[in-house]
């Protein structure tokens, strides 16, 4: 079975680096697409970027230049760096498959000083 | 951006009644390769999101038939039937068509 899990801390300063790990077990990240979700509070949800089974990334526009996902294939994880952060950038985040059948449990990260 | 429109905002219904949400898109969400990458999900109280059907209308391992899909090119809609307790939460229509892809704001479907 596909399981993904989230790591990573809770509470992110603002200006600093908010970075996230997704480790996933039972299939193995060099098939298919891997991406990073999140929510916000209320119920907006935003799909942030992905990084596709060679490695490839596209981002959302909206991040501009702050996202970078990344992955260790030896590890089966994928990363996620979101720098500069606001407290817009509050909110819960998920990794999940594309297009969207297998989700992590999420992990809910804070910014505020 | 693919604008998703999903109505209504909000439900409130007796168990064993059915239910419509609708979901339309600002652009055809037909892909290339003949395709429509509309899906929903469900996200219950506590819990990740989950994907109940995948590209318009085929249901997810697992999901009952009281659950269906339909639509084609920018409107879609989801229907419960029968609503039971487990059904609760909120219900989101997604897009994997264009990049970025785009979430619709959620149905929050609740007990009367």
């Known amino acids: 079975e596909v399981q993904l899990q989230e790591s990573g801390p809770g509470l992110v300063k603002p200006s600093q680096s908010l970075s996230l790990t997704c480790s996933v077990t039972g299939y193995s990240i060099t098939s298919n697409y891997w991406g990073w979700i999140r929510k916000f509070p209320g119920n907006k949800m935003e799909w942030m970027g992905y990084?596709?089974?060679?490695?490839?990334?596209s981002y959302n526009p909206s991040l501009k230049s702050r996202i970078s996902i990344t992955r260790d294939t030896s590890k089966n994880q994928f990363f996620l760096q979101l720098n500069s952060v606001t407290t817009e950038d509050t909110a819960t985040y998920y990794c999940?498959?594309?297009?969207?059948?297998?989700w992590g449990q999420g992990v809910m990260v804070t910014v505020s000083s | 951006d693919v604008v998703m429109t999903q109505t209504p905002p909000s439900l409130s219904v007796a168990i064993g009644q059915s239910v419509s949400i609708s979901c339309k898109s600002s652009q055809s969400l037909v892909y290339s390769d003949g395709k429509t990458y509309l899906h929903w999900l469900l996200q219950s109280s506590g819990r990740s999101p989950k994907r109940l059907i995948y590209?318009?209308?085929n249901l997810d391992s697992g999901v009952p038939d009281r659950f269906s899909g339909t639509g084609s090119q920018k409107d879609f809609t989801l229907k419960i039937s029968r609503v039971e307790a487990k059904d609760l939460g909120v219900y989101y229509c997604a897009q994997t068509t264009h990049f970025p892809y785009t979430f619709g704001a959620g149905t929050k479907l609740e007990l009367k």
């Open positions: 999940a498959r594309r297009p969207g059948d297998y």
């Open positions: 990084i596709s089974y060679s490695g490839s990334t």
């Open positions: 590209q318009v209308s």
